[in-house]
């Protein structure tokens, strides 16, 4: 088993920047891919960055590239997701969850097994 614990979230204007953090404890041995996935009130929850095991593949949905940079330090095995030039689109919980590294990270949210609680990320305008 695998827990993954989401921090970093908050209220921030729009231009403002956050970094949220995915912690991982338990069973960190294997490899895992991690995704962070995001779900706005009434919405359902979509895709916005992965990652390998390795860090050397990683993926974006489009609606978040060249503004947001999805890394880790397995060494603390934590995943970060910088977010900058935030928009009040933005706004949503957003979720970090890991599933065993197979080579190249799921986008779908159903591929995954591990999640996180959710942090929220508030952008005004």
């Known amino acids: 088993q695998v827990q993954l614990v989401e921090s970093g979230g908050g209220s921030v204007q729009a231009g403002g920047s956050l970094r949220l953090s995915c912690q991982a404890s338990g069973r960190t041995s294997s490899n895992y891919a991690v995704g962070w996935f995001r779900q706005a009130p009434g919405k359902e929850r979509e895709f916005v960055a992965a990652i390998t095991w390795s860090g050397g593949i990683t993926y974006y949905a489009d609606s978040v590239k060249g503004r947001f940079t999805i890394s880790r330090d397995n060494g603390k095995s934590t995943v970060y997701l910088q977010m900058k030039s935030l928009k009040p689109e933005d706004t949503a919980v957003h979720y970090c969850?890991?599933?065993?590294?197979?080579?190249?990270?799921?986008?779908?949210?159903?591929?995954?097994?591990?999640w996180g609680q959710g942090t929220q990320v508030t952008v005004s305008s």
């Open positions: 969850a890991a599933r065993i590294d197979w080579g190249r990270p799921p986008r779908s949210p159903g591929e995954y097994v591990y």
